[in-house]
């Protein structure tokens, strides 16, 4: 049984412990770095469509280039919901081959984007998986500009964890 006799002695034990833990997990880590450039939609192979009331919802294949701290090329599966006031939003699964502040390999992304009727977009890209050199990759993105006059440019955080 614990009195509190025996809990002040536990009491710095489980303190240095914790100081352990927590210097050891932020030792493992890179520090976060800025991420910036710009992203190209290049094309879409849009390979399914539907209609629910009168919004026109299309699924497919997209290809992008994507330049500065992000690097390479990237294929995602996507599917747009059009709007009757001409604006639109999507959500996609993104494979990225290149390279990220450097370090080549694969990431996953998950990308969601809005755009006005005059096709001015915002969005968020979040790193969810990779491998080679970008497993350890954390990070999201925020993207903001005009998808009809391309390419977006991108700003945010990125992180490497140390396995």
Known sequence: MFNARSVSRLLPLALAALL????????????????????NLTSCD???????GTNPIVT????????????GTDVAQ???T????????GNAVDTFTGTVD?????ATLRNL???DPSGNSTGEVTVIGGTGGLAN?????HLSGNVNTGPLPYAGRIQFARP
């Open 20 to 39: 352990a833990l927590a210097s050891a997990t932020s030792a493992t880590a890179s520090a976060p770095v800025a991420a910036s450039g710009t992203n």
């Open 46 to 52: 849009f390979t399914s469509q539907r209609t629910v």
């Open 60 to 71: 497919g294949t997209c290809y992008v280039t994507w330049t500065g701290t992000f690097a």
């Open 78 to 80: 996507a599917t747009v």
């Open 82 to 89: 059009f709007h009757a006031d001409g604006s639109a939003h």
């Open 102 to 106: 450097g370090t080549p390999g694969t």
């Open 113 to 115: 984007l809005h755009s």
């Open 137 to 141: 990759l954390h990070g999201s993105i």
